[in-house]
């Protein structure tokens, strides 16, 4: 593997499973040290003993991003723990308010907007200063709900839509300092997330497979080696982009 990454360090939200584990695991197989969030410490810290029993530098913090304390702290922790941050992957985020818009409370409509943008800002509102004086590179997770839709999850829909908006607009306001900021606007990807919330039954899996030109989601590996790409120096030229990797999925 690469040690393209070797001796920078990483922030990665939801990183204890799912697509945050194979892009905390893809970080540190390239060199990089990592600082794992999440809300479930059992969970968290075995992600991060997973990583370290592999040769990796990682360390796991209880953290919910919807908390602006807890999106801090991580940064607090990167610098305390290694020295320095050079970037991050702010991939916390699920969905929760799903049905038709006339059903949804507003506690649910308020909830869905915390988890999967409000999450973002926050991390962002706290890691752009640090790496204002080193240069480095976030990627914000938008899901291809954030540039499509589908009926009955419009909260999450809004939300992953102000994400992609949110990152142009922070990419434009620090281009100029040497900080990058994309997102990624992933498909179907099998994870733990994804089989407790859409893709319950078999039935409802298939159906989320034929929506992608591919027949099929994504593994989680797949996803990490962009999301690594993006933080790497080799995407220096890279900014402000909502990268498509989703089996086809926004070609229809």
Known sequence: MSARLESKVFIVTGGSSGIGLAVARRLTSEGAAVVIGGRRKDVGEQAADSLRAAGGAAVFVPADVTVEADAAGLVTT???EFGR???AFNNAGGVNAAGPISSIEADAWNAELAQNVTS???CLKHQIPVLLETGGAIVNNASNMGV????EVGPYVAAKHAVVGLTRSVALEVAAQGVRVNAITTGGVDTPLARGSMATTDEALAYIESLHPVNRIAQPAEIAPF???LLSDEASFVTGAA???DGGYTTR
Do not use: E, Q, Y
């Open 78 to 80: 990167a610098i305390g």
């Open 85 to 87: 941050l050079d970037g």
């Open 120 to 122: 973002v800002f926050n």
């Open 148 to 151: 499509v839709a589908l009926p």
């Open 227 to 229: 999301v690594a790409f």
């Open 243 to 245: 990268l498509a990797i």
